[in-house]
């Protein structure tokens, strides 16, 4: 399969192919080459893509990389037989940068704040990562190339004045993360029934919330109630948050199948 047949055939749509498309370049830099080579900044409904097209091209030597464990949004290492995951993220190749952007104790600013004020200074989306916002402080991880820009130019966030300075990525304090863990039991691993379990909702209701597009399975808007979900993947809903189903096992005494999710509360 050539990489138009491979593209066509794993897109769901013109934005996913031009992502796909990049991705593949990086891939083919590393194959041809043999030198490192990484990608932009994936959100999870990129990366779910991303994945599809590394297992169709025989599952190249890759790592997913936020700057910290369990990050939201990822690069695409591509790592020729030289080197190894772990020097990659300790060496020069590794191209992730963290910042602290100090602000004055109670300024109350959002994730939106920050992002916005850093895309106002001309950086693009796929050059920033997470932003881990704490009280007087928001950490930053972005490419190497928007590292400068920030140092140099980001002086203000809303209305408040901010000081930018460099991190190391290993000095990143994630947020603590609060879960529910749900043990439960579903007659079909459709998404709406797993979704129904994790957020402690009516499957009926849930499977209306889904056709009305306000569920998305791993990053991508899902409408299909009967789609069928994985061990490992997230689903979010508008005004309900966010579900992992961790494990799946195998059925119980009356034949139904044993789940275990993960809820952010």
């Given at each position: ?9 794993l ?14 370049d ?6 041809n080459r ?28 890759h ?16 790592l020729p037989?030289w ?5 990659w ?9 963290a910042?602290r952007?100090?602000v ?12 916005g ?14 932003l ?17 820009v ?16 460099p991190?190391?990525?290993?000095e990143?304090?994630p ?11 579903v ?14 909702l009516?499957?009926?209701?849930m499977?209306?919330?889904?056709s ?22 997230v689903?979010?809903?508008?005004g ?7 494990e799946?096992?195998g ?10 999710i993960?809820r952010?509360?």
């Amino acid at each position: 399969m050539n990489k138009t047949e491979l593209l066509n055939k794993l897109a769901a749509d013109a934005d996913e192919r031009l992502v796909l498309a990049r991705v593949l370049d990086k891939l083919d830099l590393t194959r041809n080459r043999g030198i490192p080579a990484h990608t932009f900044f994936l959100s999870l409904a990129e990366r779910t893509a991303a994945e599809r097209l590394i297992a169709a091209s025989g599952r190249p030597r890759h790592r997913f990389w936020g700057g910290y464990e369990e990050a939201e949004r990822t690069v695409c290492a591509f790592l020729p037989d030289w080197l190894e995951a772990e020097d990659w993220r300790a060496g020069p190749d590794c191209p992730l940068r963290a910042l602290r952007l100090s602000v004055p104790t109670g300024a109350g600013l959002t994730h939106r704040d920050f992002l916005g004020s850093i895309l106002g200074l001309g950086i693009t989306r796929e050059k920033v990562g997470d932003l881990l916002v704490g009280e007087g402080a928001c950490q930053v991880i972005v490419l190497e190339e928007a590292e400068k820009v920030l140092l140099t130019q980001l002086d203000q966030v809303g209305r408040q004045r901010v000081r930018a300075v460099p991190m190391a990525l290993d000095e990143l304090v994630p947020p603590v993360r609060q879960v529910k863990a749900i043990r439960d039991t579903v007659a079909t691993l459709r998404l709406d029934a797993v979704a129904s379990s994790g957020f402690s909702l009516a499957r009926s209701k849930m499977a209306d919330a889904i056709s009305s597009g306000k569920v998305a399975l791993n990053g991508r808007e899902c409408v299909k109630p009967d789609r069928t979900v994985a061990e490992g993947d997230v689903i979010t809903c508008r005004g309900l948050g966010k579900c992992v189903l961790k494990e799946v096992s195998g059925p119980s005494k009356k034949g139904r199948t044993m789940i275990v999710i993960e809820r952010y509360v």
